[in-house]
C-alpha cells in the first residue's frame, strides 16, 4: 500500500467516526423533486386563481346578456341574447372544470409532499432516537 492511499484511509476513517458521534450535522441533500412540487403548487394556485377569475367574468357577462334579453323587443334580438348567454354561461362553466382541476392537483402535490415530510420526519426521529440509544 502507498502512503496516500493509508492517508486517505485513516482520513476517511476518522470522518466516519466525527460523522457518528455528532448528531448535530446532519445535512440533508438537495432534493429537486421537492422543489418542483413545491413549485408545481404555486403554479397550480395561480392557474385556479386565473380560472377563478374567468369563471366571474364570464357568469356577469351571461348575466348581462340575460338583463339586455328583457329589454330587446322582437324575438331575433332575444334569441341572439339568450344564445349569448348560454354560451358565456357554457364557458364559465368550462372554466370552474378547470379550476376544479388545478385545485385538485394542488391536493395531490401538497398530499406527496406531506407524505414525503412524513417519511423524512420519521426517518430523521429514527436515526436521533437510535444516536440516543448508543450514549
Do not use: C, W
Not at 492511499?5 to 429537486?32: C, F, Q, V, W
Not at 332575444?78 to 364557458?91: P, Q, W
Not at 385538485?104 to 429514527?126: F, P, Q, Y
Amino acid at each position: 500500500m502507498t502512503d496516500r492511499y493509508k492517508t486517505l484511509t485513516n482520513t476517511y476513517r476518522s470522518m466516519h467516526i466525527d460523522e457518528t458521534l455528532t448528531d448535530a450535522g446532519i445535512e440533508e441533500p438537495l432534493n429537486e423533486a421537492r422543489l418542483v412540487r413545491g413549485g408545481s403548487v404555486l403554479v397550480l394556485a395561480a392557474k385556479a386563481r386565473e380560472y377563478g377569475n374567468k369563471v366571474s367574468q364570464s357568469s356577469k357577462r351571461g348575466k348581462d346578456e340575460l338583463k339586455r334579453l328583457q329589454k330587446e323587443e322582437d324575438l331575433d334580438g332575444k334569441l341572439d341574447a339568450l344564445s349569448s348567454s348560454l354560451g358565456y354561461m357554457f364557458d364559465a362553466i368550462m372554466y370552474s372544470r378547470l379550476q376544479l382541476g388545478s385545485v385538485t392537483g394542488i391536493a395531490v402535490t401538497t398530499g406527496l409532499i406531506s407524505e414525503r415530510s412524513n417519511k423524512e420526519l420519521s426517518k430523521l426521529m429514527g436515526k436521533s432516537n437510535t444516536n440516543r440509544r448508543r450514549r
